[in-house]
Each structure stands twice: as structure tokens, then as C-alpha cells.
């Protein structure tokens, strides 16, 4: 690993110009490339303090050996030269998409005497119209055979036309009216190319004006009588329709346009682009990129410019590319593109309407995307195994961890906190026995004491179990400390997965096979949430319970870092690792699993109204109260026989309700954030709704930034 001030240029050496620059490694070979406005500035950025940097930005400069640059008078020909340079050096370091060579397209080989209509793969060819390009290759086959009776091209190969020229008959084609048969001389090139113009303006959006033109020709030919041809020009209409109702209408006004959706999590990214032509999506594709380097959104969608449009000139290059945010700075990747195409070219954020609408549609194909990659990866049984031997080899543990548990703590601001347990058996959800937990030793927050508590629980659980199954040893107790609700099997505050609070099932053992349930069997590796000080709770929990054969570690989200119990330094695993792949799986859905029960409880607390505590007052009754007097301030105003008026409350539920109103305090007036408005009749509504905005709603998977104090 090299030492970066190794290599560090001069400061005086490095101009403060536009560039591209390049490291290499110890073997010469280009790692990263990278093009900056300033290189001074750009590369004095990465020979700073190792601690400062982002770890993938730490693990470049340390694997490199030097760094040369190359001066550009604009940012766009720097814009271009990086891109000249990734495709011929392939760095490890930069974001590669992974390649769309795969893609079918429906191609037009217009750089041929007869052009032929076929489906083409691979690089592009110079004199060839391409359209796509397309999911699948049966979806070009299918446009394809409804447009041949309209536009009757040749699709043979030319080994095919070569054979039919030779012995003056055509193909099959030829004979059902598909083709035009200029193998056999029943058109001429001429003619045979016009059919082949036509085919491609109307692939390329220009329709309308093609179908006036076939309807007013079938007009005619009824007024002259010729049913037959106006019964053919009825047919290729509805054929024309059908071909363009596979490719409904998004954008109204005919807009040419990309649009290109990103999805991302730490490691990965998917990307999705419709292209849209003539107000139609005529092609859609998608790639997933690991993140090797420290990008942003607008990084990435710079990166997937380059992917799209690098090789492409002229209309291939729409007028408009809708990203979901902008490179930084915006304007060199414009003018490149508006180079490639020959005319102005915007790069813009869609802000509202039929754009911004679609955008969302091709945001949620980019999350599907990195959700079906990311399914497909962890159910490979080869990655699995894999990932768990990583997983053994980095932690040093005797064999692979086949049942993993991880918990996470979640609360706001101290309030609701609760904890959650989700277990990867053979690297597999087990969502089965996933538990749910409610913080009740202390108040407050306390993260690291919250942690405690939990495995304290848990364990304690499975000692309880282990001794009813009979596998303890000679002299072995466990009665000790043991609290006796957990000895019968109803640990307070631990709910299994979907089970209500406080309606837990008693462990039981099946009847055919004597297996326990619940807490019954242990981990191999217990996975925290957190730091090194979360690592030590839990281990502390597990030494007080005499139990030493279960490995402990920690993922620090921050750096992604694995913690050890008895380490000063913790594990880094590479950022390629199938075994750190699977710690963040485990650990972002004990977060997810623990964060969406927090919510509930919150949620179910603001929803709580005094008619909850009043006994034998069930939910009709209680929207029968509330719908006759209109709000819980009125009905706790009301005599008992105002409330006797109600249909189904009888005078002894009626004092009921009365004494237990009369004993609730009202509740504090919820204040809206957004006006600061206190909302004085925040009774008046349903118990079931609160007034106002009471706080902004965090989503999973959130930044640190937004998630605020929710944890």
C-alpha cells in the first residue's frame, strides 16, 4: 500500500487549468481517471489527511503510485478526453456501467442496395437506422410482422436473397404479400429504398400524417368502387394502429426526449432511461454500476451520459434529457451534447406535469431494478456460501455463520423505543422469526443500554429453552437472576413478527417432531447496529449470561465498518466483498424491520382517544359517540341521558363513560408546525385522525440528514 505524499506532485507543478488526469498503480496500469475544472485545486484534494477522505477515495490513493495529467483548453474537451480514456483504460476505480450490448434493436440497413428490416445487437454500424432499443427480441419480431404488410421489406439474410435471385423465386414472404420480392425483380432498388424511407419515418414518430394519407386512399377507393383495395388500405390502418398502440402516448406534444431515473444505495446503483420519441416510448434499457468511487446523483447521471450518448451524433441525441439531478457543473456536459448532435440540447430537471409524472413512472422501473439485482444476487447459492465464508475468514470465526441475528434500536427523541431482531439463515431472510421488542427497563435515550437490555432478553430466552429441551450439563443453573415470566415463556415487551404488543404466544414444542419454537435456537454470529460501544453491550450482555461460543460484531453504517469486541481497530472488508454485501442486507433490514414497528407505535399513540380505556365499548359504538356529538370535548359536556340518546348505549355504559371521561385529562392542544397554529379543536375530529402536520414524516432507507433524530 503505497504512502500518497510519495507520489504527491509539487504544488507549483500542477496547472491551474482545465485537465484530465490519470493514476496508476505500481505496475503502471490507469486505476482512476477523473477531468476537473481546476487540476491544482482537484488533485490537491486527494493528497490531503487519509483520515478526511471518503474510503473508496482512500483506497485509490493508497493503491496508486503516481498521477499524471493532460491540459485542455475547455471543460468540454476535458468532458471528452475522460471519456476516451475509461473506454481505453477500463480503470477499476471509476463507475462502469455494466454493458447493454444485449439490448436488441430494430435496425434498418440503409447502407445496403435493398435495405433489410432485422433485429441487431452489438455495436453500431455506420449507415444503419436504429430503433430501440427494446426489452425483448420478440417484441421487435412482433412490431416487425404487423408492419410488412404495410411496408413490405426484405428481412432475409443474404444468403437467402442471394438463392431466390439465383433461381427467380421469392421466399414465403414474397408469396403471402409481405415482402416486395426485389430479388426477383418485382420492384426496383428505387422503389425498394422508398418502402424502406417510409417504414423508418414511421418507426421514427411520423405516423399521423402517414395514416391520413393511407384513410383518405381507402376514401377513394370505396367512392370508385374498388372494394377490394379499400378493404386492403382497412387492413394495413388497423395493422399501423395496432403496431402503435404497443407504444402508447406519454408526452402530448410529440416531445423527443430521454429520460434517465437513478437508483442507488451505498454500493450499487441502477439506471433506467425511456427514450421517447414522437410523445412515445419507442425503447427502454437499464444498467446496475457498482460504486467503486464517491459519486453523487449528479455524477452518476454525467457517467450515464457518457454510456448513452459517447458513440451516438446526430438524432440519435434527443433534444432533451430529463435527469433526476444535474452534473456538477452543468454546462460542458450540454455543449457536449449539443456537439454530438449538431444542434441545442437541454439537460434539465422535470418540475412538474406529463414530464415529471413519467419521470416518477421510470424512478420506480430504476428502484425495481436495483430491487430485482440485488434479489437475484442474494438468492445465487454459490454467492451465499461465498459471503458467508467471507464472513468466517474476516471475522476469524471457526466455521460459516449459517444463522445470523442483527438487532438495531429505533426511537424519537427518546420516545416509542424499541428494538428489532431479524435472522439470515444460510444467508436467506427467515422472516419467520423475526422479533419485535419494547424498550422497558428505563426511560429515555440510551442507545447502548437499549442494546443491552435487548440481548440480555433474548438470551436469557434461549437459556430458558435450552434447559427444557434437557441439553444442560451436570451442575449447570440457570435459575438465578432468571425472572420468572421469563422461565414460563412470556419475556415482557417481545412480540414475534405481525403479533400485537402484549400478545405473545407462549413457546411451545410441535407434537410430531419435539422441535422448540421462538427463542429456541441460537446464532452463530450476532450482528449490531452500531459502533464499538453498542459491540461492547452486547458482548457485556452475553459474558453476564455465561455464554461464550456466539461471535459478536458491529456495522458502523458511517464507513461501513465491522467492530470487534476486543479490537482497538475495526474490520474493513472490501468494498466488493459478498460478505460486507451481506452484513448490510442484514443490517439495513434490522433498521427497516425496527424503524416501521416505531412508527406504529407512534402512530397508534397519536390516534389514542379517552373512549380506548372506557371497558365493553367497542369500535361501532365508539364512531356511533363521536358521529352523534361530533367531537370528544362535546361528548365529555354531555349528561348521562344525552348519552343514553345514543342507539346501543344503555345507562350503565353511559355512567361508564361518563366517570371515565370526567377521570381523562384533555389532551394538550396539538400545535401544526407548518403555522404554528394551535389547533383548539383538535378533539373535534375522529379519534381515529390527528389535526394538522404533528411532525415531517421520515421514510426508510433516508439520509442521516432527514432521518434526524428518528434512529
Not at 475544472?37 to 493503491?63: E, G, I
Not at 439537460?347 to 436495483?370: C, F, H, S, W, Y
Amino acid at each position: 500500500m503505497a504512502d500518497p505524499s510519495s507520489y504527491r506532485p509539487k504544488p507549483g507543478q500542477i496547472p491551474d487549468t482545465p485537465g484530465v488526469y490519470k493514476f496508476r498503480d505500481e505496475h503502471r496500469r490507469v486505476i482512476y481517471v477523473g477531468k476537473a475544472k481546476s487540476l491544482r485545486q482537484r488533485l490537491a484534494s486527494y493528497f490531503q489527511d487519509l483520515a478526511n477522505l471518503h474510503p473508496r477515495t482512500r483506497t485509490m490513493v493508497t493503491t496508486a503510485a503516481s498521477v499524471e495529467w493532460t491540459v485542455v483548453s475547455t471543460e468540454v474537451e476535458a468532458l471528452q478526453l475522460e471519456y476516451s480514456w475509461i473506454k481505453e483504460y477500463d480503470p477499476r476505480f471509476n463507475v462502469k456501467y455494466r454493458d447493454d450490448k444485449s439490448y436488441p434493436y430494430l435496425a434498418v440497413t440503409m447502407n445496403e442496395e435493398f435495405p433489410r428490416v432485422q433485429v441487431m445487437r452489438g455495436h453500431k454500424k455506420k449507415g444503419v437506422r436504429y430503433f430501440g432499443p427494446y426489452g425483448h427480441a420478440w417484441a421487435i419480431r412482433d412490431t416487425v410482422d404487423l408492419l410488412l404488410r404495410v411496408f413490405p421489406v426484405r428481412t432475409c439474410s443474404a444468403g437467402v436473397f442471394k438463392n431466390a435471385a439465383r433461381t427467380g423465386r421469392p421466399c414465403l414472404l414474397g408469396y403471402i404479400g409481405k415482402c416486395s420480392a426485389p430479388c426477383v425483380g418485382r420492384v426496383s432498388p428505387e422503389e425498394h429504398r422508398a418502402l424502406a424511407e417510409e417504414f423508418c419515418d414511421f418507426m421514427a414518430g411520423r405516423t399521423g400524417t402517414y395514416i391520413r394519407r393511407q384513410e383518405q386512399q381507402m376514401a377513394e377507393a370505396a367512392e370508385e368502387m374498388e372494394y377490394e383495395r379499400a378493404a386492403r388500405l382497412r387492413d394495413d390502418i388497423e395493422a399501423l394502429k395496432k403496431a402503435m398502440e404497443k407504444s402508447a402516448v406519454v408526452l402530448a406534444d410529440a416531445t423527443d426526449a430521454d429520460l434517465i431515473a437513478v437508483a442507488e444505495d451505498e454500493l450499487e446503483a441502477a439506471v433506467q432511461i425511456f427514450h421517447v420519441r414522437g410523445g412515445r416510448v419507442r425503447g427502454q434499457r437499464g444498467w446496475v454500476t457498482d460504486k467503486v468511487e464517491a459519486v453523487t446523483t449528479g455524477d452518476l447521471v454525467e457517467h450515464a451520459t457518457q454510456q448513452l450518448y459517447g458513440e451516438e451524433t446526430g438524432d440519435s441525441v434527443p433534444k432533451e434529457v430529463l435527469v433526476p439531478a444535474l452534473p456538477d457543473p452543468v454546462e460542458p456536459v450540454q455543449e457536449w451534447l449539443s456537439a454530438r448532435r449538431g444542434s441545442n440540447v437541454s439537460l434539465r430537471i422535470p418540475q412538474r406535469g406529463d414530464k415529471k409524472a413519467l419521470m416518477e413512472t421510470v424512478q420506480r422501473n430504476a428502484l425495481q431494478a436495483l430491487a430485482l439485482h440485488k434479489t437475484k444476487r442474494a438468492s445465487d447459492l454459490t454467492t451465499r456460501s461465498r459471503a458467508l465464508e467471507e464472513i468466517a475468514e474476516a471475522l476469524d470465526l471457526d466455521s460459516a455463520p449459517l444463522r445470523i441475528e442483527c438487532y438495531d434500536i429505533s426511537h424519537l427523541q427518546g420516545d416509542d423505543v424499541v428494538a428489532s431482531m431479524v435472522v439470515f439463515e444460510d444467508g436467506l431472510q427467515r422472516k419467520s422469526e423475526y422479533r419485535r421488542f419494547q424498550i422497558k427497563g428505563f426511560a429515555g435515550q440510551d442507545d447502548v443500554r437499549s442494546m443491552h437490555e435487548v440481548i440480555t432478553r433474548r438470551f436469557r430466552r434461549y437459556l430458558v429453552e435450552k434447559e427444557k429441551t434437557g441439553e444442560w450439563t451436570d451442575g449447570e443453573d440457570i435459575s438465578a437472576g432468571t425472572p420468572s415470566s421469563v422461565a414460563a415463556g412470556s419475556e415482557p415487551g417481545t412480540e414475534a413478527a405481525g403479533t400485537p404488543a402484549g400478545e405473545v404466544p407462549e413457546i411451545t414444542f410441535t407434537e410430531d417432531d419435539g422441535r422448540p419454537k421462538r427463542f429456541a435456537y441460537p446464532p452463530q454470529l450476532v450482528v449490531v447496529d452500531g459502533g464499538r460501544p453498542q459491540v461492547a453491550a452486547a458482548k457485556r450482555a452475553l459474558d453476564e449470561l455465561g455464554i461464550d461460543d456466539i461471535a459478536v460484531c458491529g456495522l458502523a453504517k458511517r464507513l461501513e465498518e465491522v467492530w470487534l469486541p476486543d479490537d482497538d481497530d475495526p474490520v474493513v472488508l472490501p468494498r466488493s466483498s459478498e460478505g460486507l454485501y451481506l452484513l448490510q442486507r442484514v443490517r439495513d433490514e434490522a433498521h427497516r424491520f425496527a424503524i416501521t414497528y416505531q412508527r406504529a407505535k407512534r402512530a397508534k399513540r397519536f390516534r389514542s382517544s379517552p373512549l380506548d380505556d372506557v371497558p365493553g365499548l367497542g369500535e361501532s359504538r365508539k364512531q356511533a359517540l363521536i358521529k352523534h356529538f361530533g367531537s370528544v370535548k362535546k361528548l365529555r359536556s354531555a349528561t348521562i341521558d344525552q348519552i343514553c340518546e345514543v342507539p346501543g348505549i344503555g345507562r350503565k355504559t353511559a355512567e361508564t363513560i361518563a366517570v371515565a371521561l370526567a377521570q381523562a385529562a384533555p389532551a394538550a392542544p396539538a400545535v401544526n408546525t407548518a403555522t404554528g397554529e394551535i389547533m383548539e379543536d383538535d378533539e373535534d375530529a375522529a379519534p381515529a385522525t390527528t389535526a394538522g402536520p404533528v411532525e415531517e414524516p421520515v421514510t426508510a432507507g433516508a439520509s442521516d440528514e432527514r432521518r434526524g433524530q428518528e434512529t
